[in-house]
């Protein structure tokens, strides 16, 4: 064989080995990464906003009447129901006041039928000429007097009947009630300012008090213009520590004006209680929807890099080839997920962690991840 033609054919061979091990190590050194595909979805936007709840209705229970506190019936904090009666008030004074104001009635009546009759009597002789006109008018002038006394004396019984009736304190509506003020033995006035004996709080449903801002407030207004898009009946709610049940509520109030200090505008959720859990004054944080997006495009939001155009993607293509990739970004979706509104598509793969070991024109090898 030719000299020279060996020499060649072993040059070819050896470059033939050469390159496979060039092809072998490149595919060892490629850089593994995780990628992913975004979401596609619909989705709702929302804000969460701290708050504090308050109940329904509150009633302070008051002393109308005076006199010593002979009972009290209840236990604070508890749930009591309308009409239960809380305190006795002692009722002696009353009893006799009731007793005087029936008597008095009863001796009106008998005042007013005798001049009943009298003024009978002298209308009857009037006809036989046997008394004078003025004795008439002087007797229709007492029964009608007597009539009046009468109302008054009715009157006067019926307020003795209200003022004994006061001496049995009972709630004026259902709910939770608060220590008692002031325990049996205890003297009680129920002239001047009333002394508050407990306060009931309604918490068959209580309301979430929260206030909106300016950077989201025309976002807010309009979505509740338009209600029909968003569910504004179903507004999840949330606390601090974790409760065994979760809540839902339901926007019920929209304040006409803005807080001249703030600029905020004030709202109220109303949130059914039938478990008991919810107390007023807890903190509460409203989860309020402001829009709708259909098919938005949404990345993990730690896959975002961030430099001086702006924030980016690595994307890679199908030469698995590292792309720098600018889009613009939308809100952020349940803390995790970035709205994408440009830059990338549905079936683009782009890394997801690790952003530090990638650089452009980089060939990797791609990890699916979801």
Partial sequence: ???KLLIAMMTAASALVSCHHSSKEAGETAETVDVALPVVDTITLSTVYPGYLTARSSVDVVAKVNGQILTNNFEGGTNVEKGKVLFTIDPSTYNDQLSQAQAALATAVSTRDY?????????KALESDAVSK??????????HQAEASIKNAEATLDNA?????????VAPISG????NTKSAGNYVTGQGSPVVLATIYDTSTVSANFAIEDGRLHDIINA????????FKS????FDEPLPHDYTGKISYV???????????????????PHGELRPGMYVKVDLPYDRLPDAVLVKDAALGSDQLGKYLYVINDSNKVVYTPVKVGPLYHDSLRVINKGIRPTDRYVTKALLKVRDGMTVSPRMTK
């Fill in 1 to 3: 064989m030719d000299t």
């Fill in 115 to 123: 001049a009943k009759a009298h003024y009978e009597a002298v209308k």
């Fill in 134 to 143: 003025m004795e008439v008018v002087q007797a229709e002038s007492a029964y």
């Fill in 161 to 169: 009947r209200r003022l004994l009736g006061y001496c049995t304190v």
């Fill in 176 to 179: 939770m009630v608060t220590d």
């Fill in 224 to 231: 509740l213009a338009l209600k029909d898009s968003l569910d």
């Fill in 235 to 238: 507004i999840p709610v949330t």
């Fill in 255 to 273: 304040s006409p004006t803005l807080n001249n200090t703030t600029g905020t505008l004030k709202l109220k959720c109303r949130i059914k209680n």
